[in-house]
């Protein structure tokens, strides 16, 4: 099993609050990526980074933000969550971008804007 | 336009059969296809990644195979199990970036019964 890490698990927060998507790698992975998931509905990928200072947007438009401070973490801010923002949110890690790369994925967060 | 599409949407069977699901993708210029098996509430994790050379690949009980002149894809589970349940995904990687951007399929849920 992939050494990736996401907290909370589970996050049903009030509109307008600001939260934090927490995820952390521990393989030394330069890559990182957020990816957004509704039910039923393919990946969409709203963030990635190659590195250290690094930070991306992605395919799917998204309000939030990221952050690439420490390689083994990328953070994901939404500043004011609303109800279109209530989807499962997936990071993944990936040690290089060259051909057939593997990219691990963690458990994901569950997040309900009410 | 890139898109990947998979069939069936669901699929139930019994503990024991085999099953094949179904992968038609347009992603060109084509890199690699990858099988992923998402368990509900967790993260995709890796089955197989098949380059433009591979037109089989095993991974225990699954098999993949790939005809890239016709963009399709199969998965093949052998002797199911109850922990066979969950959602398959179909991805497929492009070589026309640098980052060698996924594409992702619905996936098929499949459920094994007892």
Redesign the interface.
Known sequence: ??D?YQTPRYLVIGTGKKITLECSQTMGHDKMYWYQQDP??????IH?SYGVNSTEKG?LSSESTVSRIRTEHFPLTLESARPSHTSQY???SSES????????????T?LTVT | KNQVEQSPQSLIILEGKNCTLQCNYTVSPFSNLRWYKQDTGRGPVSLTIMTFSENTKSNGRYTATLDADTKQSSLHITASQLSDSASYICVVSDRGSTLGRLYFGRGTQLTVWP
């Open positions: 099993e992939a990736i039923g509905m393919e990946l969409h990928l990635y395919d997936l990071c993944a971008v060259q051909f057939a790369y593997e990219q691990y994925f963690g458990p994901g569950r």
